[in-house]
């Protein structure tokens, strides 16, 4: 059997003066609860002996402002749209050392989607970075540039892929070719969108890029390998991606 | 009036160990109020963390930490929305890795690009451009004023034989589109080298403003516009690979769309 206080004030108003404990023999504030609380109409703030206090307007958010000696209700606006897919997470990262190919050419064949990192892949060591999937529904997008060059035997052209891996796996992959002469640089974009990764902690993503056909000839990648064109700050490597769900 | 207690404690504390209903007989928990309560100071919520009570700091707000836990004041991180400002509002990205292709026979027959390629001119007169299907998508414009960006990326493949002493070379376009209007088209061109089945990556970034309120369809067409010194049997990809050394995952598309706006309509919190 539940021992019931049943408090009331039909006939008779009650007056604390003294601090209230409910659970507790020694309250620190007027009146210290030791569990839980139940509210089943209007919780009013800012009420005095003349004044009821406000209940808040409905959507309103209770809230502490070191300016008041009471709670108040904040009003929060959300714009309209606010409710498609919406920006999680967002990461840059930027990578200055780059990696560099020579010797023998690369394997020329294409590649598998889900391919799982080997050693002919280099990584940019500073495009690496983690994210996180909390929603099934979901797209991360991937936005890579860096900067190729090719030096050592003249007007030989050079090819290479760079690809975007999650978990060490081939998420997104593109192959392109420097035609010139010594010191010619392109520019390299890779753009790309995944769809409905599986919910989870801490996936991992990084940039890397693999030499094929690079006819004797060195190549860097994010890299400066014929210093007269080229410098690491001009070169650099920048891997920029987003994870984008709905609420 | 049954089991009635009032209690006057004038000048010591008062202290109650079992639930306390007020205006109930059946409280359901600790303390049960059967009607409004007051607050006239502040309420503090036992900190889990360090195990101590806090009112919170200047602007946070009071957020449930479910069964069994006490509420927490936490700092909401929404913007405080400024006037005349954009704000990203819609963003979705997209990929295909179908493709489109072009053999000879269809090329465009489009006469004069710069007349035929303007700003809002209707699909319905771009002849033979094919729209790469996996990048047809919605898009939600929610204020008058805004600003939709669109950034469009895919590689352009053709089965060329490597290159004789003659260039050879097939000209190609690729325009966005909203609502069957061109938004943005960039051009290119594809040579063949001394390897066989040579590619390029297009890059495609397009914005258009103050779109009408409402859904709209983004769509991507490209079509094949000229070919010189080239082969009968040779087939243009986009998005699409056509010979071996690449493959479709390699060539696949992508579609980034961001749109701005300047929000005009509100909504509070609904769930």
């Known amino acids: ?112 989607e889900g391919a799982t990192i080997t050693t002919a892949w280099s990584v940019l060591t500073g495009t690496q970075a983690t994210f996180s999937i909390t929603n099934a529904t979901n797209k991360v997008t991937f936005n890579f540039q860096t900067t190729a060059q090719k030096t050592g035997n003249g007007d030989e052209s050079t090819s290479f892929a760079c690809g975007i891996f999650v978990d060490n796996k081939l998420r997104a992959v593109r192959t392109d070719v420097i035609v010139g002469g010594d010191g010619t640089n392109k520019i390299f974009n890779l753009n790309a969108t995944l769809s409905n990764l599986t919910p989870k902690n801490n996936y991992t993503v990084k940039a890397a890029c693999t030499k094929r056909n690079i006819n004797n000839n060195t190549l860097g990648i994010g890299k400066a390998v014929n210093p007269e064109f080229l410098n690491a700050d001009m070169s650099q490597s920048v891997l920029t991606m987003s994870v984008l769900q709905p609420y | 009036m049954k089991n009635i207690i009032s209690i006057l404690f004038i000048t010591i504390g008062l202290s109650l160990s079992a639930q306390i209903g007020i205006k109930t007989e059946s409280p359901k928990a600790m303390l049960d109020v059967n009607g409004d309560t007051n607050l006239r100071g502040k309420l503090a919520a036992l900190d889990v963390t360090n195990n101590s009570l806090s009112e919170g700091s200047d602007g946070q707000i009071l957020v449930s930490q479910g069964e069994n836990y006490p509420p927490t004041w936490k700092t909401l991180r929404i913007p405080e929305y400024e006037p005349n400002k954009f704000y990203l509002i819609f963003n979705n990205s997209f990929s295909d890795e179908t493709g489109i292709s072009f053999t000879s026979s ?66 190609y376009a690729c325009g966005i589109f909203v609502d069957d209007k061109l938004i943005n088209m960039r051009q290119g061109n594809l040579r063949a080298s001394s390897a066989s089945n040579t590619f390029v990556i297009h890059n495609q970034i397009g914005l258009v403003e103050n779109l009408a309120k409402g859904n709209h369809t983004v769509s991507v067409a490209c079509s094949r516009l000229d070919s010189y010194n080239v082969a009968d049997g040779t087939v243009l990809g986009i998005g699409r690979a056509v010979a071996s050394n690449i493959d479709s995952f390699i060539a696949q598309s992508s579609l980034k769309v961001d749109v701005y706006e300047v929000p005009q309509v509100f909504n509070t919190i609904t769930n």
């Not at chain 1, 059997?1 to 039909?10: F, G, H, V």
């Not at chain 1, 209940?55 to 904040?74: C, E, M, P, Q, R």
């Not at chain 1, 606006?77 to 690369?106: I, P």
């Not at chain 2, 027959?109 to 002849?127: D, L, M, V």
């Open chain 1, 1 to 112: 059997m539940k021992k019931i206080i049943l408090i009331t004030n039909l006939f008779l108003a009650i007056l604390f003066n003294a601090q209230v404990g409910i659970n507790t023999p020694t309250p620190v504030n007027m009146l210290d609860i030791n569990g839980d609380l139940n509210v089943r109409k209007e919780l009013r703030t800012g009420g005095t002996s003349t004044v009821k206090g406000s209940a808040g307007v409905a959507g309103t958010i209770f809230h502490n402002s070191s300016t008041l000696n009471v709670n108040d209700w904040k009003n929060i606006k959300v714009a309209d749209g606010l409710t498609s897919m919406s920006l999680f997470q967002m990461n840059t990262m930027e990578d200055k050392a780059g990696v560099s190919f020579s010797g023998n050419n690369g394997s020329t064949s294409p590649y598998d």
């Open chain 2, 106 to 171: 269809e090329e465009s027959t489009i006469t004069s690009r710069s007349a035929t390629f303007t700003k809002n001119r209707a699909y319905s007169n771009f002849t033979k451009f094919k729209k790469i299907a996996g990048l047809s998508q919605a898009v939600n414009i929610f204020s008058t004023v805004s600003k939709a960006y669109f950034q469009f990326e895919t590689v352009v493949h053709a089965n060329f034989p490597a290159a004789g002493t003659t260039d050879t070379s097939i000209d």
